[in-house]
Protein backbone atom coordinates (compact mmCIF):
# COMPACT_ATOMS: atom_id res chain seq x y z
CA UNK A 1 0.00 0.00 0.00
CA UNK A 2 1.57 3.44 -0.34
CA UNK A 3 1.38 5.96 2.06
CA UNK A 4 -1.22 8.56 1.48
CA UNK A 5 0.33 11.10 2.94
CA UNK A 6 3.60 10.78 0.26
CA UNK A 7 3.45 13.32 -3.00
CA UNK A 8 6.53 11.79 -4.69
CA UNK A 9 4.58 8.49 -5.44
CA UNK A 10 1.32 9.53 -7.06
CA UNK A 11 1.36 7.47 -9.79
CA UNK A 12 0.61 9.35 -13.03
CA UNK A 13 -0.60 6.55 -15.08
CA UNK A 14 -3.98 6.19 -12.65
CA UNK A 15 -4.00 9.98 -12.47
CA UNK A 16 -4.67 9.83 -16.10
CA UNK A 17 -7.11 7.04 -16.32
CA UNK A 18 -9.03 8.44 -13.14
CA UNK A 19 -9.19 11.80 -15.28
CA UNK A 20 -9.94 10.38 -18.86
CA UNK A 21 -12.88 8.38 -17.27
CA UNK A 22 -14.04 11.58 -15.32
CA UNK A 23 -14.44 13.60 -18.48
CA UNK A 24 -16.44 10.45 -20.48
CA UNK A 25 -19.06 10.71 -17.57
CA UNK A 26 -18.30 7.83 -15.43
CA UNK A 27 -17.72 7.42 -11.72
CA UNK A 28 -14.54 6.56 -10.28
CA UNK A 29 -13.55 5.46 -6.61
CA UNK A 30 -10.49 8.17 -5.12
CA UNK A 31 -8.74 8.14 -2.32
CA UNK A 32 -8.98 10.95 -0.10
CA UNK A 33 -7.71 11.63 3.64
CA UNK A 34 -10.98 10.76 5.26
CA UNK A 35 -12.30 7.77 3.38
CA UNK A 36 -12.53 6.91 -0.20
CA UNK A 37 -15.01 9.02 -2.55
CA UNK A 38 -16.93 7.34 -5.19
CA UNK A 39 -16.48 10.26 -7.79
CA UNK A 40 -17.89 12.36 -10.76
CA UNK A 41 -18.51 15.23 -12.47
CA UNK A 42 -20.47 17.20 -10.34
CA UNK A 43 -22.02 19.27 -13.19
CA UNK A 44 -22.94 16.72 -14.95
CA UNK A 45 -26.26 14.81 -14.25
CA UNK A 46 -25.50 11.75 -15.73
CA UNK A 47 -22.55 11.34 -14.10
CA UNK A 48 -24.01 12.10 -10.80
CA UNK A 49 -26.94 9.47 -11.45
CA UNK A 50 -24.25 6.63 -12.10
CA UNK A 51 -22.80 7.16 -8.63
CA UNK A 52 -26.44 6.80 -6.91
CA UNK A 53 -26.75 3.40 -8.97
CA UNK A 54 -23.63 2.26 -8.44
CA UNK A 55 -24.00 2.78 -4.56
CA UNK A 56 -27.78 2.38 -4.51
CA UNK A 57 -27.92 5.47 -2.67
CA UNK A 58 -31.49 6.80 -1.83
CA UNK A 59 -32.39 9.88 -4.25
CA UNK A 60 -33.31 12.33 -1.41
CA UNK A 61 -29.44 11.63 0.39
CA UNK A 62 -27.15 14.73 -0.63
CA UNK A 63 -23.58 14.56 -2.26
CA UNK A 64 -20.37 16.48 -0.99
CA UNK A 65 -18.89 18.39 -3.71
CA UNK A 66 -14.88 18.22 -3.82
CA UNK A 67 -13.32 21.54 -4.93
CA UNK A 68 -9.69 21.95 -5.89
CA UNK A 69 -9.64 25.59 -3.70
CA UNK A 70 -11.48 27.85 -2.67
CA UNK A 71 -12.04 29.93 -6.25
CA UNK A 72 -13.59 26.64 -8.12
CA UNK A 73 -16.21 26.70 -4.45
CA UNK A 74 -16.92 29.87 -5.42
CA UNK A 75 -18.23 28.49 -8.49
CA UNK A 76 -20.54 26.39 -7.08
CA UNK A 77 -22.23 28.31 -4.13
CA UNK A 78 -24.23 31.67 -4.44
CA UNK A 79 -22.71 33.42 -1.80
CA UNK A 80 -19.43 33.39 -0.15
CA UNK A 81 -19.43 35.05 2.77
CA UNK A 82 -16.43 35.89 5.46
CA UNK A 83 -17.17 33.67 7.46
CA UNK A 84 -16.51 30.67 4.84
CA UNK A 85 -13.48 32.17 3.59
CA UNK A 86 -12.34 32.40 7.22
CA UNK A 87 -13.18 29.00 7.86
CA UNK A 88 -11.86 27.39 4.68
CA UNK A 89 -8.35 29.51 5.18
CA UNK A 90 -7.84 27.96 8.46
CA UNK A 91 -9.08 24.07 7.73
CA UNK A 92 -8.54 23.84 3.94
CA UNK A 93 -7.88 21.53 2.14
CA UNK A 94 -9.08 18.83 4.70
CA UNK A 95 -11.92 17.35 6.45
CA UNK A 96 -14.24 20.00 6.36
CA UNK A 97 -17.63 19.89 4.44
CA UNK A 98 -19.23 23.71 4.21
CA UNK A 99 -22.81 23.88 3.39
CA UNK A 100 -24.01 27.18 1.52
CA UNK A 101 -26.37 27.71 -0.66
CA UNK A 102 -25.95 26.19 -4.26
CA UNK A 103 -25.16 28.10 -7.33
CA UNK A 104 -27.34 27.78 -10.66
CA UNK A 105 -24.54 25.38 -11.81
CA UNK A 106 -25.16 22.71 -9.18
CA UNK A 107 -27.46 20.16 -10.62
CA UNK A 108 -30.50 19.56 -8.47
CA UNK A 109 -29.76 15.91 -8.28
CA UNK A 110 -26.54 16.74 -6.49
CA UNK A 111 -27.90 18.58 -3.73
CA UNK A 112 -31.30 16.04 -3.87
CA UNK A 113 -33.40 19.14 -4.69
CA UNK A 114 -31.91 20.89 -2.04
CA UNK A 115 -31.25 24.38 -2.03
CA UNK A 116 -27.55 24.21 -0.42
CA UNK A 117 -24.50 22.18 -1.52
CA UNK A 118 -22.28 20.54 0.58
CA UNK A 119 -18.21 21.69 -0.58
CA UNK A 120 -15.05 20.26 0.82
CA UNK A 121 -11.36 20.68 -0.57
CA UNK A 122 -9.69 17.46 0.07
CA UNK A 123 -5.90 17.32 1.01
CA UNK A 124 -5.01 13.81 -0.41
CA UNK A 125 -2.49 14.70 -3.45
CA UNK A 126 -3.86 12.08 -5.68
CA UNK A 127 -7.40 13.73 -5.61
CA UNK A 128 -5.75 17.11 -5.82
CA UNK A 129 -3.77 16.25 -8.68
CA UNK A 130 -7.25 14.83 -10.60
CA UNK A 131 -9.42 17.68 -9.44
CA UNK A 132 -6.72 20.56 -10.71
CA UNK A 133 -6.43 18.11 -14.55
CA UNK A 134 -10.51 17.72 -14.42
CA UNK A 135 -10.68 21.43 -13.80
CA UNK A 136 -14.52 20.79 -12.77
CA UNK A 137 -15.71 20.10 -9.09
CA UNK A 138 -15.97 16.55 -8.27
CA UNK A 139 -19.01 15.07 -6.67
CA UNK A 140 -18.35 12.27 -4.03
CA UNK A 141 -19.77 10.22 -1.65
CA UNK A 142 -17.92 7.73 0.35
CA UNK A 143 -17.38 4.75 -2.21
CA UNK A 144 -19.23 1.79 -0.38
CA UNK A 145 -22.65 0.74 -1.21
CA UNK A 146 -25.91 2.50 0.92
CA UNK A 147 -25.74 1.56 4.72
CA UNK A 148 -22.51 0.06 4.98
CA UNK A 149 -19.35 1.63 6.58
CA UNK A 150 -17.38 3.75 4.54
CA UNK A 151 -13.82 2.67 3.17
CA UNK A 152 -10.56 3.28 4.53
CA UNK A 153 -8.60 1.15 1.74
CA UNK A 154 -9.08 0.67 -2.04
CA UNK A 155 -9.36 -3.07 -1.09
CA UNK A 156 -12.60 -2.61 1.29
CA UNK A 157 -13.87 -0.64 -2.26
CA UNK A 158 -12.91 -3.59 -4.50
CA UNK A 159 -14.82 -5.53 -1.91
CA UNK A 160 -17.90 -3.50 -1.86
CA UNK A 161 -17.79 -2.17 -5.31
CA UNK A 162 -15.94 -3.95 -7.15
CA UNK A 163 -17.99 -5.29 -10.16
CA UNK A 164 -20.02 -2.31 -10.26
CA UNK A 165 -17.51 0.71 -11.43
CA UNK A 166 -14.44 1.28 -13.86
CA UNK A 167 -11.54 2.08 -11.55
CA UNK A 168 -10.72 2.16 -8.21
CA UNK A 169 -7.72 4.60 -7.16
CA UNK A 170 -5.18 3.18 -5.01
CA UNK A 171 -3.88 6.59 -2.59
CA UNK A 172 -3.10 3.96 0.35
CA UNK A 173 -4.97 3.47 3.64
CA UNK A 174 -6.62 6.57 4.61
CA UNK A 175 -4.75 8.75 7.03
CA UNK A 176 -8.10 10.16 8.56
CA UNK A 177 -10.11 7.12 8.73
CA UNK A 178 -13.70 8.83 9.38
CA UNK A 179 -16.08 11.61 7.42
CA UNK A 180 -15.78 15.27 7.42
CA UNK A 181 -17.11 17.47 9.52
CA UNK A 182 -20.37 18.69 8.02
CA UNK A 183 -20.72 22.33 9.24
CA UNK A 184 -24.12 24.32 7.81
CA UNK A 185 -23.29 28.12 6.75
CA UNK A 186 -26.63 28.74 5.51
CA UNK A 187 -27.86 28.92 9.13
CA UNK A 188 -27.10 31.45 11.60
CA UNK A 189 -25.48 30.25 14.29
CA UNK A 190 -23.38 27.98 12.18
CA UNK A 191 -24.61 24.50 12.71
CA UNK A 192 -22.64 21.02 12.92
CA UNK A 193 -24.79 18.35 11.06
CA UNK A 194 -22.07 15.44 11.11
CA UNK A 195 -19.12 15.67 13.50
CA UNK A 196 -15.63 14.98 12.31
CA UNK A 197 -11.95 15.40 13.53
CA UNK A 198 -12.12 18.62 13.05
CA UNK A 199 -14.41 19.33 15.98
CA UNK A 200 -16.33 21.74 17.95
CA UNK A 201 -13.43 23.46 19.95
CA UNK A 202 -11.38 24.26 16.51
CA UNK A 203 -14.14 25.16 14.77
CA UNK A 204 -15.73 27.46 17.30
CA UNK A 205 -12.05 29.39 17.45
CA UNK A 206 -13.02 30.31 13.68
CA UNK A 207 -16.74 30.58 14.06
CA UNK A 208 -17.94 32.43 17.45
CA UNK A 209 -21.37 30.69 18.80
CA UNK A 210 -22.04 27.13 16.90
CA UNK A 211 -24.49 24.87 17.59
CA UNK A 212 -24.90 20.94 17.50
CA UNK A 213 -27.55 18.64 15.23
CA UNK A 214 -29.41 16.84 17.51
CA UNK A 215 -29.09 13.36 15.86
CA UNK A 216 -32.15 12.55 14.82
CA UNK A 217 -34.01 15.54 13.50
CA UNK A 218 -37.83 15.89 13.52
CA UNK A 219 -39.71 17.44 10.66
CA UNK A 220 -36.99 18.25 7.54
CA UNK A 221 -34.25 16.26 7.38
CA UNK A 222 -31.47 18.56 6.78
CA UNK A 223 -28.95 16.18 6.26
CA UNK A 224 -30.12 12.14 5.81
CA UNK A 225 -26.63 11.02 7.05
CA UNK A 226 -27.52 12.24 9.90
CA UNK A 227 -30.06 8.89 10.66
CA UNK A 228 -29.04 6.71 13.08
CA UNK A 229 -28.72 3.76 10.70
CA UNK A 230 -25.43 4.53 8.30
CA UNK A 231 -21.84 3.42 8.46
CA UNK A 232 -22.94 -0.29 10.01
CA UNK A 233 -20.89 -3.32 10.03
CA UNK A 234 -22.73 -6.82 9.34
CA UNK A 235 -22.35 -7.57 13.32
CA UNK A 236 -24.32 -6.19 15.69
CA UNK A 237 -22.24 -3.51 17.61
CA UNK A 238 -22.45 -2.96 21.62
CA UNK A 239 -21.18 -0.01 23.19
CA UNK A 240 -19.67 -0.91 26.46
CA UNK A 241 -19.87 1.61 28.95
CA UNK A 242 -16.63 2.57 30.84
CA UNK A 243 -14.78 -0.90 30.53
CA UNK A 244 -17.29 -2.60 32.79
CA UNK A 245 -15.95 -6.38 31.75
CA UNK A 246 -18.25 -7.96 34.12
CA UNK A 247 -21.26 -6.45 33.01
CA UNK A 248 -19.94 -7.62 28.93
CA UNK A 249 -19.63 -11.31 30.71
CA UNK A 250 -22.95 -10.97 32.10
CA UNK A 251 -24.20 -9.97 28.89
CA UNK A 252 -22.66 -12.41 27.17
CA UNK A 253 -23.60 -15.58 29.19
CA UNK A 254 -27.48 -14.28 29.26
CA UNK A 255 -27.43 -13.78 25.13
CA UNK A 256 -25.49 -17.19 25.07
CA UNK A 257 -22.89 -15.51 22.60
CA UNK A 258 -20.19 -17.92 21.07
CA UNK A 259 -17.21 -16.03 22.44
CA UNK A 260 -15.04 -16.79 19.22
CA UNK A 261 -17.97 -14.63 17.85
CA UNK A 262 -17.55 -11.89 19.73
CA UNK A 263 -14.56 -9.14 18.78
CA UNK A 264 -14.10 -6.57 21.57
CA UNK A 265 -12.00 -3.20 20.96
CA UNK A 266 -10.52 -1.45 24.01
CA UNK A 267 -8.51 1.26 23.93
CA UNK A 268 -7.79 1.26 27.84
CA UNK A 269 -5.41 -1.41 28.09
CA UNK A 270 -7.61 -3.24 30.24
CA UNK A 271 -8.14 -6.69 29.33
CA UNK A 272 -11.75 -7.77 28.38
CA UNK A 273 -11.59 -10.76 30.99
CA UNK A 274 -14.10 -12.47 28.51
CA UNK A 275 -12.61 -16.22 27.93
CA UNK A 276 -12.12 -17.10 24.24
CA UNK A 277 -13.16 -13.91 22.73
CA UNK A 278 -11.33 -11.86 20.05
CA UNK A 279 -9.47 -8.95 21.92
CA UNK A 280 -8.46 -5.45 19.38
CA UNK A 281 -6.25 -3.24 21.30
CA UNK A 282 -7.07 0.19 20.13
CA UNK A 283 -5.20 3.30 20.19
CA UNK A 284 -6.08 5.54 23.13
CA UNK A 285 -5.20 8.76 21.19
CA UNK A 286 -8.43 10.09 19.34
CA UNK A 287 -6.12 10.10 15.88
CA UNK A 288 -5.28 7.31 15.56
CA UNK A 289 -8.34 5.81 17.01
CA UNK A 290 -10.07 7.20 14.38
CA UNK A 291 -7.64 6.18 11.67
CA UNK A 292 -8.33 2.38 13.14
CA UNK A 293 -11.86 2.34 13.86
CA UNK A 294 -13.67 1.57 10.33
CA UNK A 295 -10.40 -0.69 9.45
CA UNK A 296 -11.33 -2.98 12.41
CA UNK A 297 -14.98 -2.98 11.09
CA UNK A 298 -14.56 -4.37 8.11
CA UNK A 299 -11.91 -6.79 9.39
CA UNK A 300 -14.47 -7.65 11.94
CA UNK A 301 -16.88 -8.34 9.34
CA UNK A 302 -14.29 -10.18 7.34
CA UNK A 303 -14.08 -12.67 10.19
CA UNK A 304 -17.34 -13.05 10.64
CA UNK A 305 -18.03 -11.78 13.96
CA UNK A 306 -21.15 -11.46 15.53
CA UNK A 307 -20.59 -9.04 17.94
CA UNK A 308 -18.23 -6.21 17.90
CA UNK A 309 -18.47 -4.77 22.06
CA UNK A 310 -16.68 -1.84 21.58
CA UNK A 311 -15.69 0.11 25.26
CA UNK A 312 -17.03 3.70 24.73
CA UNK A 313 -14.71 6.38 24.56
CA UNK A 314 -14.17 9.52 26.23
CA UNK A 315 -16.76 11.94 27.06
CA UNK A 316 -14.40 14.59 25.03
CA UNK A 317 -14.64 17.18 22.50
CA UNK A 318 -11.48 15.16 20.40
CA UNK A 319 -13.42 12.17 20.75
CA UNK A 320 -17.20 13.68 19.14
CA UNK A 321 -16.34 12.21 16.08
CA UNK A 322 -15.90 8.73 17.09
CA UNK A 323 -18.17 8.76 19.86
CA UNK A 324 -20.81 9.71 16.64
CA UNK A 325 -20.08 6.84 14.45
CA UNK A 326 -20.14 4.37 17.41
CA UNK A 327 -23.52 5.62 17.97
CA UNK A 328 -24.47 5.23 14.65
CA UNK A 329 -22.51 1.50 14.21
CA UNK A 330 -24.60 0.40 17.06
CA UNK A 331 -28.07 1.22 16.43
CA UNK A 332 -30.85 -0.81 15.85
CA UNK A 333 -33.06 -0.23 12.88
O1 LIG B 1 -15.17 12.83 4.25
C1 LIG B 1 -16.18 12.88 3.56
O2 LIG B 1 -17.03 13.77 3.69
C2 LIG B 1 -16.36 11.79 2.50
C3 LIG B 1 -15.26 11.92 1.44
C4 LIG B 1 -15.45 11.01 0.28
O3 LIG B 1 -15.14 13.26 1.04
N1 LIG B 1 -17.66 11.89 1.92
C5 LIG B 1 -18.78 11.50 2.56
O4 LIG B 1 -19.90 11.59 1.78
O5 LIG B 1 -18.79 11.10 3.70
P1 LIG B 1 -21.28 10.92 2.18
O6 LIG B 1 -22.19 11.16 1.03
O7 LIG B 1 -21.08 9.53 2.57
O8 LIG B 1 -21.79 11.84 3.35
C6 LIG B 1 -22.13 13.16 3.06
C7 LIG B 1 -22.88 13.77 4.21
C8 LIG B 1 -24.25 13.15 4.33
O9 LIG B 1 -24.57 13.12 5.69
C9 LIG B 1 -25.12 14.14 3.59
O10 LIG B 1 -26.45 14.08 3.97
C10 LIG B 1 -24.45 15.45 3.97
O11 LIG B 1 -23.08 15.15 3.95
N2 LIG B 1 -24.69 16.50 3.01
C11 LIG B 1 -24.25 16.62 1.75
N3 LIG B 1 -24.75 17.72 1.17
C12 LIG B 1 -25.52 18.33 2.09
C13 LIG B 1 -26.33 19.50 2.12
N4 LIG B 1 -26.45 20.27 1.05
N5 LIG B 1 -26.99 19.79 3.24
C14 LIG B 1 -26.89 19.01 4.33
N6 LIG B 1 -26.16 17.89 4.38
C15 LIG B 1 -25.48 17.55 3.28
MG1 LIG C 1 -21.28 7.62 3.34
Known amino acids: MRDSTNCDRIDTADVARAVAELRSGHVVALPTETVYGLAANALDTAAVARIFAAKGRPAENPIIVHVADIAMAQTCVREWPDLAQKLAD ?5 PLTLVLPKSERIPPMVTA ?4 VGIRCPKHP ?3 AILQQCGFPLA ?3 ANLSGQISPTTAEHVRQSLGDRIPLIVDGG ?3 IGIESTVLDLSVRPPVILRPGMIHEESLSAVTGSLRQKPTRAHGVLRSPGMLLTH ?3 KAKVWILPGADWAELRDKAARERWLPDQVHVLSWSGLSAGMEGCRSCRMPSNPVAYAKALYSEFHR ?3 EKARWIVVES ?5 EWQGIADRLKRAAAEL
Open 90 to 94: AFWPG
Open 300 to 302: CDA
Open 140 to 142: APS
Open 126 to 128: VFQ
Open 313 to 317: VPNTT
Open 113 to 116: GGDT
Open 231 to 233: YAP
Open 173 to 175: PAE
